[in-house]
């Protein structure tokens, strides 16, 4: 049977139109989701570039001469050493020759801001080595983070054990700022470390990165993971430590630190007080060192 002939349209008949209600929900769920993604691509942002907020390197590190003697160690799979130090030996018949003190620099700057300090204990007559981390002063220009400075902080402790051959029981970390965080881990991770001397730490990083204008919008609780935490390390770490705080600035996380500890405040981690300071240290809970 033939089908039957479709009807031709009506000319007069009115176009149909698309209701402007379909049109509005349809514009508010694109934009709802545009803001969606641009949301979860800032929290990506921040989460991979968080580290500029508590890790200042210091470009002009990477510009200035460096001195005669310096040490490259800390190769990676091409062959190349990442990490650039310096080595102070301690003078023939020095009070401290057999001690050597690791100095774990801050996270902003380079060492060279620990480089007084390096001299003072030279001076008291201790060995020192001083050292960048990557993406600091002379070693790789990579872009740090709290997982790099550990590792860093690592890769030094087995060089001056493996490399230098330095007994591991003389061997005293020595952090600054957020490198108190690697000293007191390499400390609770080698028991064989007779002290550890914690210089002004930078504690509660996260309320830090949360006072920050780029963490507004966003989670920085759930997304901050740049936190250096020492506090539940060092209430059990049974190391003798010297805890130095800044006068009037003692950190609250010292009086939470476990026995036996010796606390002082002091202008600034270098000349006769703070080297009377680390020698009354050494003396009392390291005698066999003189």
Known sequence: MPRPAPKPADANAPPEVVSARWLLKALGILIFAAL????????????????QIVLHPDPAARKQTPPTGLIHFGTDESGRPQLTGEWFAAGEGSHYGTLTILLLPGGDGSRMNLQETAHTLHDLGFNVFSFDYRGYGLSAPIHPSQQHLV???????????????ISPG??????????????????????????????????????FAKADP???????????????????????????????GESGQTPKVFSQAATPKMTVELPQPSGPVFADAVRRFVDQYLPQSK
């Not at 969606?36 to 580290?51: A, D, K, N, R, T």
């Not at 590792?151 to 493996?162: A, F, G, I, P, Q």
């Open 36 to 51: 969606i993604c641009s949301y979860i691509s800032l929290g990506f942002l921040y989460s991979q570039g968080q580290w």
């Open 170 to 207: 003389s061997i005293i970390p020595y952090g600054s700022g957020v490198g108190a965080s690697l000293a007191t881990r390499l400390a609770n991770d080698h028991h064989e470390i007779p002290a550890v001397i914690l210089d002004r730490p930078h504690t509660d990083l996260l309320d």
């Open 214 to 244: 780029r963490s507004g919008l966003l989670p920085a609780g759930m997304l901050f993971h740049e936190r250096f935490p020492m506090a539940e390390t060092l209430s059990a770490l049974p190391t003798p430590k010297l805890l130095i």
């Open 151 to 165: 590792e860093d902080s690592e890769t030094v402790w087995r060089y001056l054990t493996t490399s230098r051959g």
